[in-house]
Structures are given as structure tokens and as C-alpha cells.
């Protein structure tokens, strides 16, 4: 992959729920184990070793000034995050997230802390798939919730792979109208 990929995330979330996720501190890198095993499964230059330095905390108060800073950067292509009070779902899209698995471990981890407030019974995913370079859209990362946990899966349910397309290509379309 040498093309930035995109970023989709859905959770189940009650407004108290997204409330409290939005409020919290971000989750830290160290506070989750299998970093490792996701980088064993891809292929990138220098090695794939998850180096230490890559672990530190993230500087921000809280989850909602992480988006605010994805969405400031218009590099990204972060349309307004969506929430849906009548169907407790809270949906981010990022087009450009990275081509750089250091840099998507650092998008991922405050995603993952979602998992502390989401629906325990929810199907509640986040995937990194390359949407606008690649006909294939080869899965990057893919990331399940449940049961207060995320937990990486090497192949992305069909059913969330064509909802993340879906809504990225939502995403481009509102991102362009507001260009042109």
C-alpha cells in the first residue's frame, strides 16, 4: 500500500453513552495487547516490530478533541461525525486516514476505547480499507466490538464492508459538493 487508506467506524451508543465516550480521555496504546499480532500480518519496510516509542499517550484532554483535530486537518477528509440519536449510532468516516500502520495504531487506539461504552451486544466494528486507490479495497485493519472489548479479525463480514463502502462513498460525496 503506498496510497493513504480510509477509516470507517460505527458503534452502538446510547446519548449518555456517546456523551460519556466523547467526554473521556482517549484509551492508551499500551492498554491493549495485541498491537503486535496485528503488525505480524502486515507486510511494511523496516521491519514489524511495534516500536515502544509508539505506545506513548496521546496528547488530548478527551475523544472529542482527537475528531476535532482529525476534522481540522483537512488532509484527512473528515466529514462532521454523525450521530443518530434514534438509532444510538455514532458513525465516523476519514478518507485519508494513513498509508502508515505507526500512524493507523495511533487513529485506532482512541477508536478502541469505544468499547467501554458501546452496547455490549452491539455489532460494532472499525475497518481500514484502501476505498479510493484500490478496485480490490484490501483490508488494512479490521477491529470487532463486544463485550467491553475490540478485538482485531483478519477478514472484514461482507455486511461491513459494504456498509463502510456505503458510507465513505457518502462521505466523498459530501466532502466534494462542499468543495466545488
Not at 465516550?21 to 502486515?42: I, K, V
Request: hydrophobic content about 40%; charged content about 25%.
Amino acid at each position: 500500500m503506498s496510497e493513504p487508506a480510509s477509516l470507517y467506524a460505527r458503534f452502538t451508543l446510547s446519548h449518555e453513552q456517546y456523551e460519556a465516550f466523547m467526554s473521556s480521555a482517549p484509551a492508551r496504546p499500551s492498554g491493549f495487547a495485541d498491537w503486535q499480532s496485528w503488525f505480524d500480518l502486515r507486510r511494511m519496510s523496516g521491519g514489524s516490530r511495534v516500536p515502544p516509542e509508539i505506545l506513548a499517550d496521546l496528547e488530548a484532554a478527551s475523544v472529542a478533541e482527537v475528531i476535532k483535530a482529525w476534522r481540522e486537518d483537512a488532509w484527512t477528509g473528515t466529514p462532521p461525525v454523525e450521530y443518530d440519536e434514534l438509532r444510538c449510532t455514532l458513525r465516523i468516516a476519514m478518507l485519508q486516514a494513513s498509508e502508515n500502520y505507526h500512524e493507523m495504531l495511533r487513529l485506532l487506539t482512541p477508536l478502541r476505547g469505544a468499547a467501554r461504552f458501546n452496547d455490549p451486544g452491539a455489532d460494532d466494528f472499525v475497518v481500514i480499507l484502501d476505498f479510493l486507490w484500490e478496485d480490490e479495497q484490501e483490508i488494512e485493519a479490521y477491529l470487532r466490538f463486544g463485550d467491553g472489548a475490540s478485538r482485531f479479525e483478519e477478514s472484514c463480514a461482507p455486511e461491513h464492508l459494504q456498509e463502510a463502502r456505503g458510507y465513505l462513498g457518502e462521505a466523498l460525496s459530501y466532502l466534494q459538493s462542499r468543495a466545488g
